[in-house]
């Protein structure tokens, strides 16, 4: 009971920014001391714990003289040290695994130089290093949460499955150099094993929605993290570059074949780390985001819709194009699931979620056209491995987006409750792995590795 | 009789530092000191103790460590370090200052009689 109701208040404090979880723990301690002193004057357990908490004061003033006592905390939150007074080590080991793990992808995309496959220059192997390059830091993220996660050993070697596939199927494979189905392959992998690193991240749990939908969460911040760390490496790329420009040195070899590779690798366990770290903190940028945007989305899509008809332009279809309404309907899928995971799914349906709605729509209209120009181009020039991936992933996220659409208007009907939107997302996650698999092994056979 | 806020904001770092040169203690025993030495007279807000420390530890007046508990809970302990000990001297001094001269002020303030024969 007692214990009960410390609980509850130690969640309460919690809460608050400038009160660190060590101070709480103090503040706890103190707590726990003076209900104890209050029992042994007579008092039952209840009444020591209300006078207890009474004394300690009003928890908005304390934590105003906290917020003045640290007034740098609320802005330390952006930052990963936890203050020099933190006294757990587990914050600092992890640290030094996920830099560690950041220094062994950096390793293992150096390593092959050693076997004569140059990553840059006139006889870079390009195409080696595209196959296999997300094999050359998502094993290491997916060990990294095998090992947060304690994950089981049965787990383990299911969690190795995927990845030893990979290599196999994109270093056995006879591709052809720099044909569609190896720029296929290089591009689908990532997706099928961000996926299989995500049953590391739900400790083998993947059938459960609401660790599938933790994983969601966890994939955008990381993104966040990653988009942030690259324009940072960015802005040291150019000042290395004009430094030594300045003094006639050409750094442009370091650069190209060790800076950018390690840095690429590096970044994203050290962004996964992150977000880890800082899970409470940042948690809702992703969120913020999708709210910021699905209103301009919203209007972009309209008017340009609004153009289509106007002038009765069709769609060219080339690659690039392909591509782009994929990655449209990719960012629209982004806005959805995001604004999802972020909302509470007891609140009544509101503005918000009938302009997302809206955005659904669009979307879809939009893409309507452009499966219609494929289409189209198909009958015209037959299938190529691109024009069949793109269609493919294209129905994929249609029919994800379809549905979304369907089940967020009975929502907005109250017919259906919000969690069934969420279900629904989480449920379909694995159709982008399937998906994804089926592009890296039987796309290369069924047309002949071109 | 209640003591003014500000009072006892200001008597809060002295208070704290001369305590702790007794020896190393924790929050909730600090405060009972404050309590049985004021004769339960001078009363805080127990939580506002917490930041009062900690400004104390961040300008190096006192060290803390973790320590445990009777009960093995983990609890932080405050010491007092050589520059709280310097810290503690001159706020003696400041406070016998002001003490002695509020007393040289109180005889001809509250008590208009002449003193002694």
Known sequence: ?450 | MNISKDLVAASATPLVLAILSEGESYGYAILKRVGDLSGGELQWTDGMLYPVLHRLERNGYVEANWGKSEAGRRRKYYRLTKEGLECLASQQRQWQVVDSTLRGIWFTALDPAPQGT
């Open chain 1, 1 to 450: 009971m007692l214990e009960e109701r410390i609980g509850e208040w130690r969640a309460y404090v919690r809460r608050r920014q400038a009160i660190h979880p060590v101070d709480v723990e103090e503040l706890e301690d103190h707590l726990r001391n003076q209900v104890k002193a209050l029992g042994e004057a007579g008092l039952a357990d209840d009444e020591a714990f209300l006078i207890a908490v009474k004394r300690m004061g009003d928890l908005d003033s304390l934590s105003r003289e906290f917020a003045r006592e640290y007034s740098e905390r609320l802005w330390k939150q952006l930052v990963v040290s936890p203050g020099a007074s933190e006294p757990s080590s587990d914050a600092n080991r992890e640290a030094m695994v996920a830099v560690g793990l950041a220094i062994a992808a950096s390793a293992a995309i150096k390593l092959p130089e050693l076997f004569g496959l140059s990553i840059r220059g006139a006889d870079a192997d390009t195409s080696f290093y595209a196959r296999n390059f997300s094999l050359f830091m998502l094993p290491l993220l997916a060990g990294y949460f095998a090992w947060k996660r304690s994950l089981d050993r049965v787990g383990r070697y299911w969690l190795a499955v995927p990845f030893v596939a990979a290599a196999l199927v994109v270093n056995i494979l006879p591709f052809e150099r720099g044909g569609h189905t190896e720029v296929l392959a290089a591009l689908h992998l990532p997706i099928a094993l961000w996926l299989a690193v995500g049953f590391a991240y739900a400790r083998g749990h993947w059938r459960d929605h609401d660790r599938r939908m933790d994983f969601v969460r966890f994939s955008g911040e990381w993104f966040i993290y990653y988009a942030l760390i690259a324009f940072g490496g960015g802005v040291l790329t150019v000042f290395t570059l004009f430094i030594f420009n300045a003094i006639g040195f050409d750094v442009e070899w370091f650069l190209e074949s060790w800076l950018l590779p390690c840095g690429v690798v590096g970044a994203v366990l050290i962004s996964a780390w992150l977000v880890e770290a800082k899970q409470s903190v940042i948690e809702n940028m992703a969120p913020v985001l999708t709210r910021l945007f699905t209103p301009l989305f919203t209007v972009l899509l309209l008017v340009f819709l609004v153009t289509v008809i106007w002038t009765g332009s069709g769609i060219h279809v080339e690659r690039a194009v392909l591509i782009g309404f994929d990655l449209l309907l990719v960012l629209v899928l982004g806005l959805l699931l995001y604004s999802i995971s972020a909302r509470d799914p007891q609140a009544p349906p509101g503005a918000f979620d009938a302009l997302q709605l809206l955005l659904v729509i669009c979307a879809l209209v939009v893409d309507a056209l452009a499966l219609w120009a494929i289409a189209a181009r198909i009958s015209e020039f037959g299938f190529s491995p691109n024009k069949v991936a793109a269609l493919g992933e294209n129905l994929v996220l249609l029919v994800n987006l379809g549905w979304s659409a369907v089940v967020y208007v009975r929502f907005l009907t109250a017919r259906a409750s919000f969690a069934s939107l969420e279900r629904w997302q989480t449920a379909y996650l694995p159709v982008y792995a399937v998906w994804a698999w089926v592009v890296v092994v039987f796309f290369p056979i069924l047309f002949d590795y071109r």
